[in-house]
């Protein structure tokens, strides 16, 4: 047992508040009703003010003719893994944890364009000179126009820059020479930002290409939703074009608008189907490529901890937002994304696994993958984590349900496929393979109604040439039927580690990779958990904030 | 009723058609060349070769790419294999014609394909998809870690999470669930499309803009009952130059203003017995006949006035003003009674503003600016298009360069204004 596993076996020791974690004994009924737990006192005690002052009642949770009475099983707390930080579930909840939420809101309030069309616009068009002066200057206007200041009509409105003071637009370019001579204020800086050849292969790909990366405000998601961004930017940059460039009104506006809009953006979610229809740069739309290029934390940590911070990411997004929220429409199934980035299970199981492939294999990427291989891998995967559930029983009791052992059986099998192959596809497959079959002939089915469905779909699927299948992982996503359901896990884990191990600086795009290292962002992609950790505390300092509109704020 | 076709130097092609020639269900041959839309699949070989051996798979962006997947790539030497990889094609989609030009392969399915789909936009692009992904496989013996979901992606872009294929694999029309409205995919030719495919030719990028209008009108009820003949008249007169109103119109206005070409068609009208002029104040006698006669003016301004700078800026502002002042002029409707005025007035502000627009050539008929008006507004702006001599940024020669090549391997295509009326005599022009 080495020291990370010693640190697993303690934290269930310590939040179950015992010695023995092996011991399959245990006094049920004891432990105090919903009286347990301090969050829920808390809102019980702000539940009889609400409904006092408002005069309708609100979170009847001491009321014992309503629901089933919480509190029969222990509450055990949780530890958020990588951090110290000891949590309720009710923490982890959606609405009840701010940095949860700002994590959604700066992906879906980000947008990319790309400058070039907008700058042969200007140099055809309009016979006008473009240098890095001039860019400064339109980069000044472009900080005072998409936060909302006004450039072109009198009697415009204006924004209250206090309520959009998180909004801002950045250049990111691959050629240093003009990155130099750009004012740093606006500049995403790959060198300075990204390990040294990571930031020679993005530059690389980038090359000369300018690309301005634009975040509205956060509030601006909250009255709307991601199809505002691609409009609101490309509105606000046409705008400070114009007065940047002092063009006049006609033609090339529409010319800028249209390369803003659709010629060159990059919206990072595409439109989703009719019947969970949402705009563009909504959650489900987003590839799972795209969640590895917006985790940061392969700047800042070794391998494991950047897989784990992507699955972290991509299962609050995926799971917890997505499906939890906007489509199974409300509160969000806490509990199986929780046990993903808690307690250090899923860093423990994956440690283990790591070894296992080094001993094995002796390296990443080193097999090539095919059938067996993966069956290889996902049944090494299986018993072990099997394994550690016998051993620990409070381990199961931690993961009680199905649905929740089976997002980590997969994620552990998935994330190990990828290392040991370094192909996302090998993963893909043992992550499904896994919940459809694997795991079946230990313990049954066992997964939720939405579980193995698209599992079973999935694996021909996968190797199909059908129009719905054989799409490559990293542009797959929760839009496709066959990974529609709520375990995005293994997805993001396996394709995180697919390309983890064979070193690749970035999943699917090395634009996105980059726009998200702006150290301006609310939410810090290079520790995704210890941000989650801080809103659990309300120690997270959140955008959208609308506190001075209301009686006697100021600002 | 019985029209006359005249070709675009006034010469009388076909006379003495009657209005029946004109419908769908009875000219096969009109059929047959919407059909081609709907079932013609192409792709450019090269670039599928250059994007596998890439990775740059799943990028949207309709300039540059934003996707790159590393250690994906795939070097398959589809050009040189182009030939095995054409008669595997034959074989699974036993298509009715399959060609390469300079790359660009073009494979046009069998009649059966789309009459057996229900959605028959749809249909073609996803079936070859198929059929092309298992044809490379197979040709270069890749397994299912070689690389197969990589030609597909290439092939259909991020389809399914996308809600439609952006890939490499193209069809003319865009499928349903990328246009706004049903039954509206005839309409999603953009602008430069159509003035490519027709080769710039005037008459040529009018008569099959308006053909596949009006196969969208048909298509979505338009053309039946009280708005059959409305259409059928303004797919004459406006699209095939019917009685060689249009073109008298631009000879008789070349040198004039759009307010000559309004005097000229009311002139033209009230002679024609289409509307009288009862103690000062006009009235109507053959509604769809006025309508139709507006329209032929309506194009004609706009070739007369976008002709004369040889740029399609102007066409939304002089559509626009022509209809304005026809009603002034009349106190009559305009061409399809404000729907033409309302959408050029949208397009133009569109194509003048920070709102999202681009230049005439972009825009294409089913989208939400100009969907208004079906019919009698896209060929104005294919002709003004045909026009323009470089002053927009998205011309046809860059925007839509694959179009030209298209052009080569379907003749039915080229020359069409031509081949629509010959059409209208029946079977024995097809």
């Not at chain 1, 790309?114 to 000044?140: F, Q, S």
């Not at chain 2, 301004?301 to 002034?328: E, K, V």
Request: charged share 20%; aromatic share 8%; hydrophobic share 40%.
């Amino acid at each position: 047992m080495n020291e990370k596993r010693n640190l697993m076996v303690e934290r269930l020791k310590e939040i179950f508040d015992t010695d023995d974690i092996t011991d399959k004994h245990t006094s049920f009924y004891h432990f105090g009703g919903w009286k347990q737990s301090k969050r829920k006192q808390e809102f019980i005690k702000r539940a009889k003010q609400i409904a006092e002052s408002r005069g309708i009642p609100i979170y009847l949770r001491d009321r014992e003719d309503i629901g089933v009475p919480l509190g029969q099983r222990f509450y055990e707390p949780l530890y958020i893994s990588s951090t110290d930080t000891l949590c309720e579930r009710d923490d982890l909840q959606l609405i009840n944890n701010s940095a949860i939420q700002q994590m959604g809101d700066d992906i879906k309030r980000s947008v990319i364009m790309g400058l070039d069309l907008a700058h042969r616009i200007l140099r055809e068009r309009l016979g006008k000179e473009v240098t890095p002066e001039t860019i400064n200057h339109y980069m000044e206007v472009v900080n005072h126009t998409v936060p909302g200041g006004v450039v072109a009509q009198e009697h415009m409105a204006e924004v209250n820059p206090e309520l959009t003071k998180d909004s801002y637009a950045k250049i990111l370019t691959g050629d240093g020479e003009l990155k130099d001579s750009l004012d740093q204020r606006f500049v995403i800086d790959v060198d300075r930002l990204f390990p040294e050849e990571s930031a020679g292969r993005i530059n690389d790909e980038i090359g000369s290409k300018i690309f301005q990366v634009t975040r509205v405000p956060t509030l601006a998601v909250r009255i709307a939703d991601g199809g505002i961004v691609h409009r609101w930017a490309s509105q606000q940059t046409v705008l400070a074009f114009i007065a940047a460039y002092s063009v006049g009104g006609g033609a090339p506006l529409a010319d800028f608008a249209f390369a803003g809009k659709h010629a060159q953006v990059i919206t990072l979610g595409n439109t989703t189907w009719p019947r969970r229809a949402r705009a563009p740069n909504e959650f489900g739309g987003i590839p799972y490529g795209y969640i590895g290029d917006i985790c940061q934390a392969d700047r800042v940590s070794d391998s494991l901890t950047y897989i784990m911070e992507s699955i972290a990411l991509g299962g609050i997004l995926y799971d917890l937002i997505w499906w939890g929220g906007y489509m199974g429409g409300g509160v969000g199934p806490v509990n199986g994304t929780a046990s993903i980035y808690t307690n250090e299970v899923l860093d423990e199981f994956c440690r283990y696994m790591d070894e296992w492939i080094q001993h094995k294999y002796g390296g990443y990427a080193t097999v090539k993958p095919d059938a067996n291989i993966i069956k290889e891998i996902s049944q090494e995967s299986v018993c072990h984590v099997l394994d550690e559930y016998d051993n620990y029983p409070v381990l199961l009791e931690e993961h009680w349900g199905g649905g929740i052992r089976l997002n980590v059986i997969s994620t552990v099998a998935s994330v190990a496929t990828g290392l040991a192959t370094g192909n996302s596809l090998a993963s893909l497959l043992a992550g499904h393979y896994v919940y459809s079959h694997l795991v079946k002939e230990a313990m049954g089915r066992n997964a939720w109604g939405g579980g193995d469905a698209v599992d079973l779909v999935s694996v021909p699927d996968l190797v199909s040439t059908f129009p719905d299948g054989a799409l490559v992982p990293e542009l797959r996503g929760p839009n496709i039927f066959s990974s529609m359901v709520a375990h995005s896990a293994f997805p993001i884990g396996g394709i995180t580690a697919s390309h983890v191990a064979r070193g690749h600086p970035w999943i699917l795009s090395p634009i996105v990779k980059a726009a998200f290292s702006d150290p301006n962002l609310i939410f810090d992609f290079r520790y995704v958990r210890k941000e989650i950790a801080k809103g659990a505390k309300r120690e997270f300092h959140f955008a959208g904030d609308r506190d001075i509109l209301k009686p006697g704020g100021s600002g | 009723m019985r029209l006359d076709f005249y070709d675009e130097n006034g010469k009388l092609i076909v006379e003495d058609i009657p209005m029946t020639s004109l419908d769908l269900k009875s000219n096969k041959a009109l059929r047959n060349m919407l059909g081609t839309f709907r079932r013609t699949i192409f792709i450019d070989l090269n670039a599928l070769e250059s994007t596998l051996r890439e990775g740059t798979v799943g990028g949207e962006m309709i300039v540059g790419n934003e996707c790159k997947i590393l250690g994906a790539g795939v070097d398959l030497p589809i050009i040189e294999n182009k030939e095995i990889i054409v008669e595997k094609l034959r074989e699974y989609l036993e298509p009715e014609e399959i060609v390469t030009i300079d790359g660009l392969l073009v494979i046009k399915l069998p009649f059966s394909d789309i009459e057996i789909a229900c959605d028959s936009v749809s249909s073609p692009i996803l079936k070859t998809s198929v059929a092309l992904t298992q044809s490379i496989a197979e040709c270069f013996d890749l397994d299912i870690f070689d690389g197969i979901d990589m030609v597909k992606t290439a092939l259909l872009g991020r389809y399914p999470q996308s809600v439609s294929p952006t890939g490499l694999l193209k069809s003319f029309l865009k499928v349903p669930t990328k246009i706004e409205g049903l039954s509206s995919s005839y309409r999603s030719l953009s602008v430069n499309d159509i003035v490519a495919l027709s080769g710039k030719k005037v008459f040529d990028s009018i008569s099959l803009a308006w053909l596949l209008e009006y196969g969208s009108a048909y298509e979505c009820g338009y053309s039946v009952g009280w708005y059959k003949r409305l259409y059928q008249l303004g797919f004459a007169f406006q699209g095939l130059n019917a009685n060689n109103l249009t073109y008298e119109l631009i000879r008789e206005c070349r040198n004039g203003t759009v307010h000559d070409v309004v005097e000229l068609v009311v002139q033209k009208a009230v002679n024609d017995g289409i509307i009288e002029n009862r103690e000062g104040q006009y009235r109507i006698k053959d509604l769809p006949l006025w309508n139709a006669y507006a329209a032929s003016g309506q194009l004609a301004a706009t070739i007369i006035g976008s002709g004369a700078i040889r740029s399609a800026q102007n066409a939304g502002s002089i559509i626009s003003s022509y209809n304005d002042l026809l009603q002034i002029f009349t106190g009559l409707p305009s061409v399809e009674f404000g729907r033409v005025m309302g959408s050029a007035i949208f397009m133009n502000w569109l194509s003048h503003s920070i709102y999202g627009g681009g230049g005439a050539g972009v825009f294409s008929g089913e989208h939400v600016s100009v969907k208004g008006s079906r019919g009698f507004l896209i060929p104005c702006l294919c002709a003004a298009m045909c026009f323009d001599v470089g002053t927009q940024l998205f011309v046809p020669d860059t925007v839509s360069k694959i179009m030209f090549k298209l052009r080569k391997a379907l003749p039915e295509l080229s020359d069409i204004h031509r081949k629509i009326v010959y059409s209208l005599e029946g079977e024995k022009n097809e």
